[in-house]
């Protein structure tokens, strides 16, 4: 990409023009609960009242882009709360 920033011309166009190109490789998401989310079963999961919060480090982040697509895909009850520092900071994840 340092071509495009000093002005050559790439076979795709300005390169300055993408916000993100994507990457190609594949990536496995999961999303897992400890028993102190009070969640003991996927039925549990998703009969529960009141949705269940899940930590994110931020779009773009796997913690936050699975959950949304799984919360998008199968109408789960789920409260997605940003601005973790990183997966060791997620309180569902902790044991």
Do not use: F
Not at 9 to 16: H, P
Request: proline share 6%.
């Amino acid at each position: 990409m340092s071509g495009p920033r000093r002005g050559a011309r790439s076979r795709l166009g300005d390169a300055r023009k993408y916000q993100w190109l994507g990457t190609p490789t594949r990536e496995n998401g999961v999303c897992a609960l400890t028993k102190a989310s009070g969640v003991t079963s996927a039925q549990h999961g998703l009969a529960a009242r009141a949705p269940v919060k899940l930590g994110s480090v931020g779009p773009g982040g796997a913690t936050h882009d699975v959950v949304k697509v799984l919360q998008a895909a199968l109408n789960l009850p789920i409260h997605l709360v940003r601005g973790d520092k990183g997966t060791a900071e997620i309180p569902s994840t902790q044991s």
